[in-house]
């Protein structure tokens, strides 16, 4: 067939006419399709379809306009019909065109106005969209038993709950720590879902009398507060785990999630069969949601989850969890950091993985003993690693990963780490502190007291929040406004960084009488170890800038034997050793002082932590700066204002050059002209 001729054919059977309509109308079908199958909730693959209908016909369309033509009796082979109907049919589908150009051209013209403006916008609120559609976070859960000490009972119901839904990769769900702070049935949920960016909320009540139990849940869909689904289940105390299993199982059927089998069996897992075991461990668990990492909070969690793998040493969740209070709280000095608390933590934590190897709690747990307890950094992220494939909504995964990337010296990485956890855990107050205190490591106090900001305004009077925002006042040099902060402040006997913050206050001020009588009438708190002697040298100094040096020297006499105790049952707390240099160096004791303080360093070297460790550099500068070493203080003072740090001797802030202006202890140097040069270079911004 000559090519010429066989071009005019197709024009004169309006295929080319069909091609083009087809491929309007096509485009048309499918911007229909993506535009409305999400708000009608109607799944992906729908709109997949329709794309892969529209490919497949158009070949269908030239095929069958070449052999047929349209008549006003029907459809005819072409053959069969005259060609001024052809003509006639060729009109038509000019003008079909011209109307579905038009349409589809209004489309673009009014798709582009929009999105003109807001492209940035647009774009944010598309990726929002598509996490939003499956993502969830369930309220507090109302307590409806008769005896409110049951209280506890229904936080655990719904942590379980909540815990299951977390292991569905599928789902995005907030960290129970961001949603503690609202009401079991708030009125405002459009406002609650925005601030924890989800779609849907799960509200719901327990009820536990005797030994049954009635559980109401609710699945709210937030935009236009609409109830998608609820139930009411009432079972026997040792049938709870298939209601929270049940639930679990069914809002992932209301949001339309894939269950993998994997996914399948850890929901409808049953962690123990002893109804007092987990009565034990939710009772511990009470203790581990507490938003303060209080000592009390610390032993509370530990005394009942020694009893739930007393009852049930099978329990192999309660045994994760046991090692990770213990780890958490030997790190943090929260527990006796004694060798026995460690090796039980090791053991628990290998115990929890001998009973079910993959359970990521128990990863976890063993991830915070590689990194808290042995420094092993490179084990610790393999194991965080592992138990972020079954708990992908962890929010806890990330801060740890945040915490070992800190103390490797890896600011940026540790940064990003922060911001991932805060997505999954947006409103949790002690993920906020740790971000605030990763900024005050790096003196960059704007961004810090902004997230001490984003405290406040979810728990108001959060005393932890208003202690590091006086103190960043301190290190800034603005001791007014660390007096305001500190007037607010009320602490408790066991909580040891505000008394101080409130006692270095009073020494930088040089008006330390009102503080010393405060801190002689605080009764030691038994639950904080041997911070009780770290506030005596707090007591000590204040005695001494006010001019009372016998009573310095006896007070620190006491601190002395007192932490000494301490330290045969902790002889690798760094802290502790710091601590006794401090008071060694108050006595006059010049050689002790040092020994002590490089032993702190030589067990804990900045190149293991280099958050941390920058604060055994600060004692040595004190030290050096009090008894008579001016070069060796001059130099630790030049490495620590050099380098970030996570603490010091100024109740957790690095050393400023603010704080050299003012701080008693340095003023052996003040004369000195190489001294002078720091005081007075630009305060970290």
Not at 172 to 183: A, D, G, L, P
Not at 273 to 294: C, F, I
Not at 588 to 597: E, H, I, N, P, Y
Request: charged share 25%.
């Amino acid at each position: 067939m000559n090519p010429g001729n066989f071009f005019a054919e197709l024009k004169r059977r309006n295929v080319y006419k069909v091609a083009i309509a087809y491929a309007i109308v096509a485009w048309l079908l499918i911007q229909v399709a993506t535009q409305v199958f999400p708000f009608f909730e109607i799944p992906n693959w729908a709109v997949q379809l329709v794309v892969l209908v529209m490919v497949i016909g158009f070949p269908i369309a030239l095929v069958l306009s070449w052999a047929f033509e349209i008549t006003p009796e029907g459809i005819k082979r072409e053959e069969e019909v005259d060609r001024r109907v052809v003509r006639k049919t060729g009109r038509k589908l000019t003008a079909l065109v011209v109307v579905f150009a038009a349409v589809a051209t209004g489309l673009l013209v009014f798709r582009f106005l929009r999105s003109q403006p807001v492209v940035e916008k647009a774009n944010q609120g598309a990726v929002m969209t598509e996490i939003q559609s499956k993502s969830i976070a369930v309220l507090p859960f109302e307590n409806l038993s008769e005896e409110k000490a049951n209280a506890y009972f229904a936080d655990g119901i719904q942590d379980e709950i909540l815990t299951r839904l977390s292991k569905i990769a599928e789902l995005k769900v907030i960290s129970r720590t961001s949603t503690q702070h609202y009401k079991s049935a708030p009125g405002n949920l459009p406002e609650i879902a925005r601030q924890l960016g989800v779609a849907h909320i799960l509200e719901g009540s327990v009820q536990k009398y005797g030994d049954a139990v009635r559980v109401n849940v609710q699945l709210i869909k937030a935009a236009n507060d609409s109830h998608l689904w609820a139930d009411t289940y009432d079972r026997k105390l040792t049938d709870i785990f298939s209601v929270e299993s049940e639930v679990a199982k069914a809002i992932a059927d209301q949001l339309r999630v894939h269950l993998t089998g994997q996914e399948e069996q850890v929901i409808a897992a049953k962690p123990t069969d002893n109804p007092e075991a987990y009565d034990a461990y939710l009772r511990g668990l009470a203790y581990t949601l507490k938003t303060q990492n209080t000592p009390a909070n610390y032993l509370g969690a530990q005394k009942y989850f020694r009893e739930a793998v007393r009852l049930d040493p099978r329990f192999a969740l309660a045994w994760a969890l046991l090692s990770y209070v213990d780890a958490r709280g030997y790190h943090t000095t929260n527990l006796q950091p004694t060798v026995a608390l460690r090796e039980e933590a090791r053991q628990a934590f290998e115990t929890a993985l001998a009973l079910e190897l993959n359970l990521g709690e128990a990863w976890l747990a063993k991830g915070y003993y590689h990194y808290g307890c042995v420094n092993d950094f490179e084990t610790a992220v393999r194991c965080y690693e592992q138990a972020r494939k079954s708990l992908p909504n962890s929010s806890r995964i990330p801060q740890s990963l945040a915490f070992v990337a800190r103390d490797r010296g890896q600011w940026e990485q540790s940064e990003s780490y922060f911001n991932e956890a805060e997505r999954l855990d947006p409103r949790n107050v002690s993920l906020l502190a740790r971000h605030a205190q990763f900024y005050i490591a790096l003196r960059r106090f704007p961004e810090a007291l902004h997230k001490l900001d984003q405290i406040l305004e979810i728990a108001p009077n959060d005393i932890d929040a208003l202690v590091e925002k006086a103190a960043i006042a301190q290190a800034e040099g603005d001791l007014p406004r660390a007096a305001t902060l500190l007037v607010q402040v009320q602490p408790a006997a066991g909580d040891p960084t505000a008394w101080e913050t409130l006692a270095y206050q009073a020494i930088l001020e040089r008006h330390p009488a009102e503080i010393i009588s405060r801190l002689k009438e605080l009764k030691p708190d038994p639950d904080v170890g041997y911070l009780n002697g770290e506030l005596r040298f707090w007591l000590g100094w204040a005695q001494e800038v006010a001019g009372d040096h016998t009573a310095a020297q006896e007070t620190w006499r006491e601190a002395r034997a007192e932490l000494e105790a301490f330290l045969k049952e902790q002889p690798e707390n760094w802290s502790l050793l710091d601590d006794l240099a401090l008071i060694a160096m108050g006595l006059g004791d010049k050689a002790a002082a040092f020994t002590l303080v490089e032993r702190a360093i030589a067990l804990h070297p900045i190149e293991q932590d280099a958050a941390n460790s920058p604060q055994s550099i600060d004692i040595v500068a004190r030290i050096a700066a009090r008894l008579g070493e001016p070069d060796r203080a001059i130099a630790a003072l030049q490495k620590i204002l050099s380098i970030p740090c996570n603490g010091g001797l100024a109740t957790g802030m690095p050393l400023t050059p603010a704080l050299l202006q003012r701080d008693p202890m340095f003023d052996p140097l003040r004369n000195d002209p190489r001294f002078q040069k720091l005081a007075n270079s630009s305060s970290p911004k």
